[in-house]
């Protein structure tokens, strides 16, 4: 019988493979592929628990001057985002999950699986716009497969409208495209009968303009509520 790490590690092999988005870099082209890693994407270098209850899908990774100044790694200890220091506070108050900042070397081993809808690098600025063809496209050729056959997590939780919006393509799900209309459910959406999405919010930049910190943490909050009652 094919284990999940056999079939992640084709997936990954695919992804490495990927031209299918004009206007974006394939971390393994990008000079040689010196920065990449044996991961579905760069984000994933931090969680990538292949039994993971949670998985977890960003926007994109950064922009091309990100990736080579940090050689193809999430921000770490002293220099972590405020992005990233905002989602290990969801994670842990609201979803109850331990988790430490990334560090070069050490996954963690918290029951959490990260991804992007987006796993290709940007050429230009991190400012310059996504288009959503690229998430609706990656998140069905590459997430999918992760949450229906590989890792099959009890939910998956988007940060973005764009990261909402390629899920929703990718598993043909009949909702609101607007995070305001879907965030804050107690129940989420239903993927598949076995997983549920909980959109969210970005939690940095514009992603807190638009809910601000305490109502994103009552919405994992929600998310937390959901996997303890799955537990019982």
């Known amino acids: 019988m094919v284990v999940k790490s056999e079939l992640y590690e084709a997936l990954v092999v695919e992804r490495k493979a990927c031209q299918a988005c004009e206007g974006l870099l394939n971390p393994s082209m990008i000079d040689g592929g010196v920065y990449d890693c044996d991961h ?7 969680a990538g628990n292949l039994d993971a209850e949670v998985i977890i899908v960003g926007q994109d990774f950064s922009e091309l001057d990100f990736f080579r100044s940090h ?13 990233n220091r905002n989602l290990i506070r969801l994670i842990q108050e609201g ?3 331990d988790i430490a900042p990334y560090e070069i070397g050490r996954e963690t081993k918290s029951p959490l699986f990260f991804t992007n809808s987006v796993l290709c690098i940007k050429p230009g600025k991190a400012s310059d716009p996504l288009k959503q063809s690229w998430a609706n ?3 069905k050729k ?27 393509s990718a598993f043909g799900i009949k909702a609101s495209n ?5 965030v804050g459910s107690e129940e989420g959406i239903s993927l598949n009968g076995s997983c549920v999405l909980f959109p969210m919010y970005h939690c940095g930049g514009l992603g807190l303009v638009n809910r601000k910190f305490s109502s994103q943490l ?3 909050e929600k998310v937390g509520r959901f996997l303890r009652k799955g537990r019982q």
């Open 137 to 139: 496209q990656c998140c």
């Open 178 to 182: 607007a995070l305001r209309d879907v």
């Open 218 to 220: 009552e919405d994992w």
């Open 40 to 46: 579905i994407g760069a984000w994933t270098r931090w």
């Open 71 to 83: 050689q193809g790694h999430p921000s770490t200890g002293a220099n972590i985002s405020s992005t």
């Open 95 to 97: 979803l109850g999950f």
């Open 142 to 168: 590459f997430l999918k497969p992760l949450v229906e056959t590989i890792i099959r997590p009890k939910a998956v939780i988007t940060l973005s409208t764009t990261a909402y919006k390629g899920v929703k």
